[in-house]
């Protein structure tokens, strides 16, 4: 079993930055591909960002690509969503996934929420206008 806590959400103003973290406990994260999520209300989750075992590939949402950053440190058990520029339309629940050996590496394939593993709770990012 693999828990995931995230942390760093808040509110912001629009253009403003926050960086989320997701710690793991339980097992060691370096076997697994993780991945962001989220979700605003009345809407569907959406794929933010993946980032292979190494750290040595990232994957993103059109939406996202070169405002986010997502990394990873091994040695402490935590992946993290650097987010800039943030815009009101990036309001949600953020949300950290892992999947363990994943079968392809790609967008598509990291963009679909039924290949990860275990969940965490979520952070909420509110960005004000």
């Known amino acids: 079993q693999v828990q995931l806590v995230e942390s760093g959400g808040g509110l912001v103003q629009a253009g403003g930055s926050l960086r989320l973290s997701c710690a793991a406990s339980?097992?060691?994260?370096?076997?697994?591909?993780l991945g962001w999520f989220r979700q605003a209300p009345g809407k569907e989750r959406e794929f933010v960002a993946a980032?292979?075992?190494?750290?040595?590939?990232?994957y993103y949402a059109d939406s996202v690509k070169g405002r986010f950053a997502i990394s990873r440190d091994n040695a402490k058990n935590t992946v993290y969503l650097q987010m800039n520029s943030l815009k009101p339309e990036d309001t949600a629940v953020y949300s950290c996934?892992?999947?363990?050996?994943?079968?392809?590496?790609?967008?598509?394939?990291?963009?679909?929420?039924?290949?990860?593993?275990?969940w965490g709770q979520g952070t909420q990012v509110t960005v004000s206008s």
């Open positions: 980032i292979v075992e190494s750290g040595s590939l990232t």
């Open positions: 339980g097992r060691t994260l370096s076997r697994y591909a």
């Open positions: 996934a892992a999947d363990y050996a994943p079968t392809y590496y790609t967008t598509s394939y990291f963009s679909r929420a039924r290949e990860y593993d275990y």
